[in-house]
C-alpha cells in the first residue's frame, strides 16, 4: 500500500502506491500533518501507480537495500535529529486505525537507527557537515531563528560548538555519470528542471526550461522549411480503426504501441478511436481528395503536434516516453526525383539541428531494409551515439514512402499529357528526443551543460558581495550588465536574490547548465571589469566592461565550438573498424561504436541480433554512411563471410 516512507534532515518524503489503496494517501497526509505538528519541517507527499517504473526509481534511489516494498520487511526511520524516539514511538500509535494492515505493521516496524548505524545516510545525500550534529533528548534542545538571508537552522554539533546549517542545501547530484549513467540521467533533468514527473509512468511534465530548447530549434527548423514552400496545418488526434488498418504493413510496426480510447463517461464506445501514433494514415485520405492534377503538385505540409506511442520498455524523459511532441512533415511529389531530393534536404537541416545548434556530431546515412520505416521505400538518418553507454539513437529520419501510400489511399492525379498515375511521397519528423540526447552527451557531474545556441539563458550575471562593500553598486552593475548583454542580442539575466549565496547561485546555474557565468564584487567593480566563468571546462576570464560585448559574444562561440569538438573527439574514439565476428563481439563487449563491412542480406542482420542478444539488449544496424570508406575487392561481411557490399554502422541502441 505505501511503498516507502524515508526521512532527512530537514524533511520528510512520503511515497503512497495509489494503485493499491487510497487510504495510502490519505496515511501520507495525515502522516505529513502530525510530522508538520513535531516541528519536522516540509514533508513531501508523492504518489505513484502500483508497480510504476517511478514508484522502483523512488524506492531504488531512497532505500537501497530494500528490494521488496518496505512494508514486508523492517524499515528504518534513517534520521531521528529533529525527532526522539518517544515523539517517534507515539507517532506511530496513530494509525492503527487505518485499513490495511500490512500498513499499519510497516508503521509499526519502522524503527531509530542508532548514531553509530548512521553511515547508510550518506546515500541520501545528505550534507556531510550534518552527520556529526549531536542527538538531543527534545526539539527544545535544538535552538532556531531567522537569519538575515532568510531562515537558517542551528544545531549543536560535536565539540559543542553552534553551527549554522542553511536552506541552500543539496543542490549535487547522488551520481556520477560514469559510474551510474541512468541514474545520474535520471537526476540531471529533474534537478536541472527540465522535466518534472507525472502520475502516468512514461508521462512527463517538460518544463520551460526544456520547452524553451525546443522552441528554439523549431524558430529554425520553421522558417528553413518554409523556404521550401511547406506550409504548416493542423490534424485530428484521433484515428478510426477503418483508415489505421487501411496500410497493414505500416500499422503493423506500430500496432504495439497503439492507445485507443473505449469509454465516453461510462458508457463503452460502439467503435473504439485510436491516439495517432504517427499521422500517414490521418493524413493521406484527404490527400486523395485534395490532389487532382498536375497543378496540385507538389503538396508539401507540416504539423508540429504531439502523439502518443504506449511504450511498455523502459521509459526514459525524452528518449522513450508515451507523449511526445514532433514535427512531422508530409510531402507528394510528381516524381521520385523531386521526392529523393527532398529526402536529402530535409536530412541536411536534421544534421544541421544536431551539429550546429545542439552541438552533437551524428551521422547521415540510410537505414538497413530490417529497420526502414513501416511501409517505406527507404529510410534515412542522422545518428548520435552515447559513448557513456555505448549505445547509438537515432536522432531523426527522413523517409521515402515510395508510392505504397498512394496505392493504397487513391492519391492519383493527371500529368500535362492528361496521363493518369500515382504520387511519390515522403515523411519526416524529428522530436523532443533531441533534447534528452543534448543531455546524455554534453551533461557532467555538475549537471546540464547547455550550448549557447539553444540555451534559453545564455548568461547568468551573479553579484558577489563581501562585507563591508558597495552592495547596491554592485547589484546596480549587475542590471546594468545585463541590459548591455540584452541590447547586444545576448540572452541575459541577473540573479539578484538576497537569501542565496553566491556559491548556492553558481551551483544551481551550473546544475540548469547555463553557459556563461559573469561574477561582480567590489573589485571588479572598482577596475571596471567582469569575471566570466566557462561552464563547459570552468576557465575564468577578468573582462574590461568597454570590450564586455565583444569577447562575451566570442566566448559563447568559443563555448559552442568547444561542445561539439568534444563530443566528436569521444564519439570517434569509440569507433571500431573491424572485419571479423570475432573483433565484432569483442567490441560490442566494449561499447564501441562498430564499422565493420556487411553483405547487406536482411537474413545476416537477423542472426547478428540473434547472437548478440543478451542482458544489455542485441546489437543490430544503425545506418550505412554515406561517406563510405573504400572497401577493397573481396572484402568479406564480418558476419557471413559473404562478400561485402558496404560498410555499415553497428551498435546496441534506445
Known amino acids: 500500500m505505501v511503498e516507502m516512507s524515508s526521512f532527512g534532515c530537514y524533511g520528510a518524503e512520503l511515497a503512497a502506491d495509489e494503485g493499491r489503496n487510497a487510504a495510502a494517501l490519505a496515511a501520507c497526509r495525515t502522516l505529513a500533518e502530525e510530522l508538520t505538528e513535531l516541528q519536522f519541517p516540509a514533508p513531501r507527499i508523492l504518489a505513484f501507480k502500483e508497480g510504476s517504473s517511478e514508484s522502483r526509481y523512488f524506492v ?35 494509525f492503527v486505525h487505518f485499513d490495511d494492515p500490512s500498513f499499519c505493521e510497516w508503521i509499526r516496524n519502522l524503527k531509530v537507527v542508532p548514531p553509530e548505524k548512521r553511515r547508510s545516510c550518506r546515500r541520501w545525500d545528505l550534507n556531510i557537515d550534518l552527520l556529526g550534529v549531536i542527538e538531543v533528548d527534545d526539539m527544545a534542545g535544538v535552538e532556531q531563528r531567522q537569519n538575515k538571508s532568510g531562515g537558517g537552522k542551528y544545531f549543536f554539533c560535536s565539540g559543542g560548538k553552534k553551527k549554522e546549517v542553511k536552506k541552500e542545501t543539496g543542490l549535487g547530484l547522488s551520481f556520477t555519470k560514469d559510474e551510474n549513467f541512468g541514474e545520474w540521467y535520471s537526476e540531471v533533468v529533474v534537478n536541472g528542471e527540465m522535466i518534472e514527473y507525472y502520475d502516468i509512468s512514461g508521462c512527463y511534465i517538460l518544463r520551460p526550461w526544456a520547452i524553451s530548447i525546443w522552441e528554439i530549434m523549431q524558430t529554425f527548423f520553421d522558417a528553413e522549411i518554409k523556404k521550401m514552400k511547406v506550409k504548416n496545418c493542423y490534424f485530428p488526434l484521433f484515428v478510426s480503426p477503418g483508415v489505421l488498418q487501411k496500410e497493414k504493413d505500416h500499422i503493423e510496426g506500430f500496432a504495439p504501441e497503439v492507445a485507443w480510447v473505449t469509454k465516453s463517461g461510462e458508457s463503452e464506445l460502439e467503435v473504439p478511436i485510436a491516439i495517432r501514433p504517427t499521422s500517414e494514415t490521418v493524413m493521406y485520405p484527404y490527400y486523395s481528395k485534395w490532389i487532382r492534377g498536375h497543378r496540385d503538385l507538389p503538396l508539401k505540409l507540416n504539423q508540429w503536434c504531439n502523439v502518443v506511442r504506449w511504450e511498455f520498455s523502459n521509459p526514459t524523459p525524452f528518449i522513450r516516453s508515451r507523449e511526445f511532441l ?8 510528381a516524381t521520385k526525383e523531386e521526392a529523393d531530393t527532398e529526402v536529402l534536404q530535409i536530412l541536411e537541416l536534421y544534421r544541421c539541428i544536431y551539429e550546429e545548434f545542439l552541438a552533437i ?38 523517409h521515402c514512402l515510395g508510392q505504397n501510400f498512394a496505392k493504397m489511399f ?19 519528423a524529428y522530436s523532443t528526443r533531441t533534447i534528452g540526447v543534448m543531455v546524455m552527451v554534453h551533461g557532467d557531474d555538475k549537471g546540464l551543460v547547455l550550448p549557447p545556441k539553444v540555451a534559453a539563458l545564455q548568461l547568468i550575471v551573479i553579484p558577489v558581495p563581501y562585507k563591508d562593500a558597495d552592495t547596491q553598486g554592485i547589484f ?9 548583454l540584452s541590447d547586444a542580442g545576448i540572452r541575459a539575466e541577473a540573479d539578484l536574490r538576497d537569501n542565496y549565496s553566491p556559491g548556492w547561485k553558481y551551483s544551481n546555474w551550473e546544475m540548469k547548465g547555463v553557459p556563461l557565468r559573469i561574477e561582480i564584487g567590489p573589485r571588479d567593480l572598482a577596475n571596471n571589469q567582469v569575471r566570466a566563468v566557462r561552464r563547459d571546462n570552468g576557465a575564468k576570464t577578468d573582462i574590461s566592461r568597454v570590450f564586455l560585448v565583444e569577447q562575451v559574444k566570442g ?59 543478451g542482458d544489455m539488449g542485441a546489437a ?21 563471410g559473404k562478400p561485402a557490399k558496404k560498410w555499415t554502422y553497428w551498435g546496441r541502441s534506445y
Open 476 to 484: 546596480d552593475a549587475c542590471v546594468a550588465t545585463v541590459a548591455t
Open 620 to 640: 543490430k544496424s544503425l545506418c550505412t554512411p554515406f561517406e563510405q570508406p573504400e572497401l577493397p575487392e573481396g572484402t568479406k561481411c564480418f558476419a557471413s
Open 410 to 428: 487513391e492519391i492519383n492525379f493527371e500529368n500535362e499529357k492528361g496521363e493518369k498515375g500515382m504520387v511519390w511521397q515522403n515523411s519526416w
Open 555 to 613: 566566448m559563447l562561440d568559443k563555448i559552442q565550438q568547444n561542445l561539439f569538438d568534444v563530443a566528436k573527439q569521444k564519439r570517434d574514439a569509440c569507433v571500431e573498424v573491424l572485419k571479423t565476428w570475432e573483433e565484432f563481439v569483442t567490441a560490442l563487449g566494449q561499447k564501441k561504436l562498430i564499422l565493420a563491412p556487411w553483405c547487406d542480406e536482411e537474413d545476416v542482420e537477423k542472426d547478428v541480433k540473434a547472437r548478440t542478444k
Open 60 to 94: 531504488s534511489r531512497l532505500i537501497p537495500a530494500h528490494k521488496d516494498p518496505p512494508y514486508k520487511q523492517e524499515a528504518n526511520f534513517h534520521s531521528s535529529k529533529h525527532l526522539t524516539t518517544e515523539q517517534w514511538t507515539k507517532l506511530k500509535s496513530s
Open 361 to 398: 556530431p551524428v551521422t547521415k546515412g540510410r537505414k538497413s531494409e530490417l529497420e526502414t520505416f513501416a511501409g517505406g521505400l527507404y529510410t534515412t538518418s542522422v545518428e548520435a551515439f552515447i559513448p557513456n553507454t555505448g549505445r547509438g539513437i537515432q536522432g531523426a529520419t527522413s
Open 326 to 333: 514532433w514535427q512531422e512533415g508530409h510531402t507528394a511529389f
